[in-house]
């Protein structure tokens, strides 16, 4: 479905918003619906990127 790629006002996609708190169960469901992982936000940062950021490098593994 195109909805799990939607973005909000700052490009951000459901996946990018899950991956900044850390949200595991969440992520897995949305990885079921094939999401672009490669999308950027309006900063350049991918869901990879931001989990990383926020200290979720286990996620951030998950999402390369």
Do not use: C
């Amino acid at each position: 479905s195109d909805l799990v790629n939607t973005v909000d006002e700052n490009f951000e996609t459901p996946l990018m918003l899950a991956a900044r708190e850390g949200y595991a169960s969440i992520i897995q469901s949305l990885l079921l619906f094939s999401p672009d992982k490669a999308m950027k936000n309006k900063v350049g940062k991918s869901a990879a990127n931001i989990a990383q950021e926020n200290g979720h490098v286990d996620l951030a593994e998950a999402l390369i």
